[in-house]
Nanobody, 115 residues
């Protein structure tokens, strides 16, 4: 079994920054990718950023230049540095990973950006 645990969410003013972390634990043999999704109230869950095993990354257009995804392979951890936050970034942010050829989700962490 694998667990993903996010942390780092909270309340921040517009223009501020937050850094999310997600630690994968359990019986991990391989990690193909790790990613961040978000879901705002009344909206569908959307991809924020993804980092592959070769450290290549991809971002949703609205996050490019503001968010940075990175990973620490030794710690099985993925990070999301979020800068220049906007009220429309308010959402629950979920960690997602393909580990041992299965998809896993974290429980989510709330990010609220006040105007």
């Amino acid at each position: 079994q694998v667990q993903l645990v996010e942390s780092g969410g909270g309340l921040v003013q517009a223009g501020g920054s937050l850094r999310l972390s997600c630690v994968a634990s359990g019986s991990i043999r391989s990690i193909n990718f790790m990613a961040w999704y978000r879901q705002a109230p009344g909206k569908q869950r959307e991809l924020v950023a993804i980092i592959l095993s070769d450290d290549s990354t991809n971002y949703a257009d609205s996050m490019k230049g503001r968010f940075t995804i990175s990973r620490d392979n030794a710690k099985n951890t993925v990070y999301l540095q979020m800068n220049s936050l906007k009220p429309e970034d308010t959402a629950v942010y979920y960690c997602n990973a393909r580990i041992n050829f299965r998809q896993w989700w974290g429980q989510g962490t709330q990010v609220t950006v006040s105007s």
